[in-house]
């Protein structure tokens, strides 16, 4: 299925194969491309670039397909990976965290830093956080075959 070009967001690289290779969801989800192109919030004289998760309904293009600009996209990754990593040693507590000192890792980024940590306000936590490590559990195949290529690209282009 081709992505639209006619809407406010103008792709120039795509996936249109998305829904072949999207996770658990794959060959059954409504994400049926990812393109990278000009942002819709573009104003004249000012040019973005975003990325964007093309959702189709059966009958037409969804409103709830999203659009990032690429600097969230790659913080999503950050947290990602800083996330598993996190897991692999979650064990080390009773409740998977530690309840004096949820904090996970500090990101330097931009002069400050992405502070990264277990969401203790959520009332559910104790529960929610096995629910979250069983199903990065889960993943952690398909999960480590994206960080593997990740880790490809990036050493390819010299970090």
């Not at 973005?48 to 999203?66: H, L």
């Amino acid at each position: 299925m081709k992505i639209p070009t006619n809407l406010k967001h103008k792709p120039v690289i795509v996936t249109e194969n998305y829904e072949n290779i999207d996770g658990r969801r794959a060959y059954e989800t409504d994400a049926k491309g990812l393109s990278l192109g000009l942002a819709q919030w573009n104003d004249r004289g000012r040019v973005d670039i975003s990325a964007k998760v093309w959702r189709y309904t059966g009958e037409k293009w969804s409103r709830q397909s999203e659009e990032l600009p690429l600097h969230r996209v790659l913080d999503l990754a950050i947290l990602v990976c800083r996330s598993q990593q996190y897991f692999r040693d979650a064990y080390r507590y009773p409740k998977l965290y530690d309840e004096q000192d949820p904090s996970v890792d500090q990101v330097g980024l931009q002069g400050d830093a992405m502070r990264i940590s277990v969401c203790t306000d959520n009332a559910c936590i104790d529960e929610d956080i096995r629910l979250f490590q069983d199903a990065l559990a889960k993943d952690d195949e398909m999960l480590g075959e994206r960080f593997a290529v990740l880790a490809r690209i990036l050493k390819e282009m010299g970090y």
